[in-house]
């Protein structure tokens, strides 16, 4: 990896910029050549030089949207997939080469070789969720931004990391939730006008929990890369269940598996717990306890956060988002944050991957949404109440919680 | 479902076999958090298990409870697995998590017997236990031969930082590592540690080695950017 990254490193020195090669390989053109009034840009369409070059890493069933609403933007040239599914590469890139109506989409099956390419500006992931980190930090060790789908996380402690590179070298990194803001107006915009008051607690209902995949091996019904696939999680049999794309969470996709998801818990959780602290105006906070509880009707968590918060997860006899507001108090209202650029999330992003901006779903709002859902499905597993530290990103007091914050990566794979 | 039954089942456990069937050794991990017999007759049982011969796919389990329950007396049993290419990884994973220096010595141990893939596996778990000690031995694999291992030392010496690790990474870059991403990575990085922890001076001094005009663009931009944390921080 040294020689190859020694190679990465001289591109990112001595390559021309994307506007110089263009100039540079339009001159070495020995024939006329007439330019299309569409590469020089027009009202309705950027020049090249000025479109966001994007690729897209695993295109199954949320890539494929990604990639489709990236494709559909006048401002952006993608150029590059991967996926280790040879149909998956095959779609694609004829959906790509299809909307430029030319053959140049590159395709991929090792993530690393696009996230290589100096020509790249920004990628989307919608990879199963055990890739996630790594592909995020890689590339914004490659300088590209960052469209990441929900759930962004996989562990606890995967969230440091991947906003700290991120910041690092200045990069644009969304999370994938377009529900956050979508989904939940009628709770958000008389929260944020202060019609509840100061509130006290949400309810948010979703699972189920993960569970360990053990599903026999059966014969490859699929062109797959099976050790690509598998990644940094334990090494299983292929089976088509595991995975998967399918939304399913009832052990038919990778989706229901402790090793490549957090369950119901982080793939819907994403969006309501993401919603449930956008309506509380808690996006910037974790929670400082998860306390747990098992009653005869049914098992349920409290978080409580520093600001006197509880969000409820699964309460009984409450419906979603039920809000416990103050009877009687109007609060001053606040603006509600909104998506910059045109095209909902997706135009969010390119709007900032331009302006430099922070996203709506910056990484590091995506990340504390994730941190409920990995702190409750830890609590779940240990059946106890536990002390979140967020500055420290540790349990306090509990040793066996804190063996859960992390797992080992399958070599060679490492944060 | 009782231990016994439990343990049992685990002797046909195997691809396929419903984890109901297991389910009492879950039920005892959890439950053994407030009874110490119980633990310890539980991390027993885990541990002679996995010198009998049940499923990769058991074993693969035992060392995932172990991960959660396991003391330096599941090191022994752990060790033996790491130079072993089907089982290295789930074996790193509860010794990453069994605290103290035996568990420690197992993976630095184990270093000088596993090439390739597990290697990486063995210094990838140094580094996420943050093992101190291991640096010297990680700094001297950043010349290794194979650039995998290289590579992965480096990312190891980056999660555990410090002003070791961080020499070592400069030695390097200094030696040979100009234009390494991965090395400069590692080292922005440690620079980050060291600013939160509040050796200004230091991060500092790594952020002002890469912030030449003979490093690319992003790492003299995340370099400045640095430096300019170590202003705000001063003052």
Redesign the interface.
């Known amino acids: ?6 190679s ?3 591109r ?2 001595t390559s021309p910029s994307r506007r110089k090669f263009l100039k540079t390989a339009s001159a070495a053109l020995a024939v006329p050549y007439i330019i299309p009034s569409s590469a020089l840009g027009n009202a309705e369409r950027p020049a090249p030089s000025d479109r966001i070059v994007m690729g897209g890493i695993g295109i199954g069933n949320m890539g494929r949207g990604d990639q489709g609403a990236f494709l559909d933007r006048k401002d952006v040239q993608y150029i590059a997939m991967c996926d280790v599914r040879e149909a998956n590469r095959e779609q694609s890139k004829g959906q790509i080469d299809a909307r430029y109506h030319n053959k140049d989409c590159q395709v991929y099956s090792d993530f690393r070789e696009l996230l290589a390419r100096p020509d790249i500006d920004a990628v989307h992931i919608a990879t199963p969720d055990h890739w996630h980190a790594i592909m995020v930090i890689e590339a914004c ?1 490659n ?1 590209k931004d960052v469209y990441c789908q929900k759930p962004e996380t996989l562990t606890l402690r995967e969230g440091p990391l991947m906003i ?1 590179a991120g910041r ?3 990069r644009v990194v969304s999370g994938g939730s377009q529900r956050v803001l979508e989904d939940y107006r009628q709770y958000v915009e008389p929260a944020w006008a202060g019609e509840y008051g100061t509130i006290k607690s949400i309810n948010v209902e979703v699972g189920p929990l993960p ?2 995949c ?4 059966e014969e490859m019904s699929e062109k797959i890369d099976w050790d690509m696939w598998l990644g940094p999680a ?4 292929y089976n088509s269940k595991r995975c998967s794309g399918s939304f399913s969470i009832d052990g038919s996709s990778w989706r229901s598996f402790s090793d490549y998801s957090g369950g119901g818990m982080t793939d819907w959780g994403a969006h309501h717990f993401g919603g449930a602290t956008f309506i509380c105006d808690v996006r910037d906070l974790q929670p400082k306890e998860v306390v747990y509880h098992d009653t005869p009707e049914r098992k349920y968590l409290e978080y409580h956060y520093p600001n006197g918060l509880t969000i409820y997860h699964n309460r009984p006899n409450t419906g979603n988002m039920h809000i416990e507001g103050t009877p009687g108090e109007k609060l001053p209202p606040k603006p509600v944050p909104q998506y910059q650029g045109e095209g909902g999330i997706y135009g969010d992003f390119i709007h900032c991957v331009k302006t430099r901006e922070k996203p709506f779903r910056d990484i590091e709002r995506a990340v504390n949404t994730c941190v409920l859902a990995h702190l409750g499905n830890i609590a779940y ?4 109440s536990l002390k979140w530290d967020a500055a420290a990103q540790q349990f306090v007091d509990d ?2 919680a804190n ?2 914050v ?10 | 479902m009782t231990l016994d039954q439990a343990f049992e089942a685990l002797r046909k456990f195997d691809w396929g076999t419903p984890l109901a069937e297991v389910s009492g050794i879950d039920d005892a991990v959890v439950a053994s958090h407030a009874d110490a017999a119980l633990r310890q007759d539980l991390e027993g049982r885990l541990i002679a298990s996995l010198s009998t011969d049940i499923s990769r796919d058991a074993k693969d389990y035992v060392c995932r409870k172990l991960a959660i329950v396991g003391s330096p007396a599941a090191v022994p049993a752990l060790s033996g697995l790491v130079a072993q290419e089907d089982h290295s990884h789930l074996a790193r994973h509860a010794l990453e998590r069994i605290p103290g220096p035996e568990a420690a010595s197992a993976l630095t141990g184990a270093l000088d017997k596993v090439t390739g893939k597990v290697k990486i596996g063995v210094i990838g778990s140094l580094g996420a236990r943050r093992e101190t000690a291991a640096v010297p031995v990680l700094a001297g694999l950043l010349g290794d031969a194979d650039p995998a291992v290289a590579r992965s030392a480096a990312l190891a010496l980056g999660a555990i930082g410090g002003g070791d690790a961080s020499r070592a990474l400069q030695a390097a870059i200094g030696n040979g590592g100009k234009g390494n991403l991965t090395l400069i990575d590692v080292l922005l990085s440690c620079a980050e540690s060291l600013l939160s922890g509040r050796q200004t001076a230091e991060a500092a001094a790594i952020y002002r080695s890469l912030s030449g005009d003979e490093q690319p663009r992003l790492v003299r931009l995340a370099a400045n950017r640095g430096l300019l944390a170590c202003l705000s921080a001063q003052a």
């Not at chain 1, 990896?1 to 020694?6: G, L, N, V």
């Not at chain 1, 053990?214 to 091996?217: E, I, K, R, V």
């Not at chain 1, 334990?234 to 049999?237: E, N, Y």
């Open positions: 990896m040294t020689e190859h990254e020694s990465a490193a001289a990112q020195k060790r300088g700290a690092r070298y200045g569970q360990l053990n599903l026999p091996g334990a090494w299983g049999p597993q240990l059946k106890r040793t066996e063996r859960l992390d797992r080992a990566r399958r070599e060679p794979w490492q944060l």
